[in-house]
Nanobody
Framework: QVQLVESGGGLVQAGGSLRLSCAAS????????MGWFRQAPGKERELVAD????????YYRDSVKGRFIISRDNAKNMMYLQMNSLKPEDTAVYYC???????????WGQGTQVTVSS
């Protein structure tokens, strides 16, 4: 089992940048594929980006490609989401999640609010 805590959210103007961090507990962080999700008010939660256990493979949804970068540091039990050129439509609560053995995202953080003003 793994526990996740996000940080780094806040209020930023359009065009600005934020870096989200996800701190994981436990000694087995490197055995989990990880992802960043977001949920805006009135909308369903969506996968923003994910990263393989080694960090060698990443995925981004089309709307963030070229602007966001997902990374992880297994030695520090940390995952990051560098968000550049932020847009008002990026406003949401962002969650980090770990993929269990079933292949489903089974472990979730509490979320961190990102607000982008126009």
């Amino acid at each position: 089992q793994v526990q996740l805590v996000e940080s780094g959210g806040g209020l930023v103007q359009a065009g600005g940048s934020l870096r989200l961090s996800c701190a994981a507990s436990g000694r087995t962080f490197s055995t989990y594929a990880m992802g960043w999700f977001r949920q805006a008010p009135g909308k369903e939660r969506e996968l923003v980006a994910d990263i393989s256990r080694s960090g060698g493979r990443t995925y981004y949804r089309d709307s963030v490609k070229g602007r966001f970068i997902i990374s992880r540091d297994n030695a520090k039990n940390m995952m990051y989401l560098q968000m550049n050129s932020l847009k008002p439509e990026d406003t949401a609560v962002y969650y980090c999640a770990a993929q269990g053995q079933s292949g489903r995202y089974s472990y979730w953080g509490q979320g961190t609010q990102v607000t982008v003003s126009s």
